[in-house]
């Protein structure tokens, strides 16, 4: 079974940093586009960043782009993102998510497997 599991989430204060990792099982890893999404309390679920399989490829919303930065080790099945100048509305559950394919504008996939979410919340 397809397992991914975020990780790296707090509380952190305006200007700080975190990253999260998501840790992915029972795929082809290096075959699969990661995503990384958020969803705060009545807001819709935004894209905020992904990464292509070969890691050649990323995109970031314009809400976190300058600020965060996704990576991904494929040795280690893991994608992470460094969030850093962290704002009071990055907060929000962070989810990863695959897709098997090797297609590089990862921004235009629809995922198939997800995470569980790991809480991120940004206050003073």
């Known amino acids: 079974d397809v397992q991914l599991q975020a990780s790296g989430g707090g509380l952190v204060q305006p200007g700080g940093s975190l990253r999260l990792s998501c840790a992915a099982s029972g795929l082809r890893f290096d075959e699969n586009a990661i995503a990384w999404f958020r969803q705060a309390p009545g807001k819709e679920r935004e894209r905020v960043s992904c990464i292509s399989s070969s890691g050649g490829s990323t995109y970031y919303a314009d809400s976190v782009k300058g600020r965060f930065t996704v990576s991904r080790d494929n040795a280690k099945n893991t994608v992470y993102l460094q969030m850093n100048s962290l704002k009071p509305e990055d907060t929000a559950v962070y989810y990863c998510?695959?897709?098997?394919?090797?297609?590089?504008?990862?921004?235009?996939?629809?995922?198939?497997?997800w995470g569980q979410g790991t809480q991120v919340t940004v206050s003073s």
């Open positions: 998510a695959s897709d098997r394919t090797n297609y590089y504008r990862c921004w235009e996939l629809v995922y198939d497997y």
